[in-house]
């Protein structure tokens, strides 16, 4: 079956740095990637939408330049969170699409920012 | 706007038995239903899936509902296994080109005690 690898599982990082977020499709290619995020006891909440070689299109209230997704290629698609705070502590999650491909979600991230 | 809406936070099950989570949606274009589980800190694995021309499918343990003149599925586990507790999310989307979204409820955490 399809099997989506993200990494790392867990980061803690300090307010005011960057921190990267891979996830890779290991056995098919994905057209089409998509990142989550969500808080203790609330649904999923997609941030955005992103196709290979294109430019990610972000939801209704997600800041692009703080949350940069980049899909350059078939098999991986990365989040950097910038300058992060606190408040963006949260469980993050990819998933992906492909040809022939429903969604195949990662394992998460725990971000930590202290 | 809650989309999605997974009423009950919780449900606790005797092992053996069934159990019944439900999901409501408001959107009349959603076509497509989904249900994924969700153990603590990973990313969330298909179960099930229903279109909106159906209104019963069937896979092994786990039967999904659709009544859409209700707004309302269900996923129905039967018998209901210790290694079922987790988090149930419903999630819908409208259409199934590359790029749907799937909108997910809050999320229903089931508890099968042995």
């Known amino acids: 079956g399809a099997v989506v690898s993200q990494h790392p599982s867990r980061v803690i990082c300090k307010s005011g740095t960057s921190v990267k977020i891979e996830c890779r499709s290991l056995?098919?290619?994905?057209?089409?990637m998509f990142w989550y995020r969500q808080f203790p006891k609330k649904s999923l909440m997609l941030m955005a939408t992103?196709?290979?070689?294109?430019?990610?299109?972000?939801e209704q209230g997600v800041e692009k330049d703080k949350f940069l997704i980049n899909h350059a290629s078939l098999t991986l698609s990365t989040l950097t969170v910038t300058s992060a705070h606190p408040e963006d502590s949260s469980f993050y999650i990819c998933?992906?699409?492909?040809?022939?491909?429903?969604?195949?979600f990662g394992s998460g991230t725990r971000l930590t920012v202290v | 706007d809650q989309q999605v809406k997974q009423n009950s936070p919780s449900l606790s099950v005797q092992e053996g038995r069934i159990s019944i989570l439900n999901c409501d949606y408001t959107n009349s274009m959603f076509d497509y239903f989904l249900w994924y589980k969700k153990y603590p800190a990973e990313g969330p694995t298909f179960l099930i899936s229903?279109?909106?021309?159906?209104d019963k499918n069937e896979d092994g343990r786990f039967t999904v509902f659709l009544n859409k003149s209700a707004k309302h599925l269900s996923l129905h586990i039967v018998p209901s296994q210790p290694g079922d507790s987790a988090v149930y999310f419903c999630a819908a989307s409208v259409g199934g080109g590359s790029n749907y979204k799937l909108t997910f409820g809050k999320g229903t955490l089931l508890t099968v005690n042995p």
């Open positions: 056995d098919f290619q994905a057209t089409t």
């Open positions: 229903i279109s909106s021309i159906k």
């Open positions: 992103s196709n290979e070689g294109s430019k990610a299109t972000y």
């Open positions: 998933s992906a699409r492909g040809q022939g491909f429903g969604y195949t």
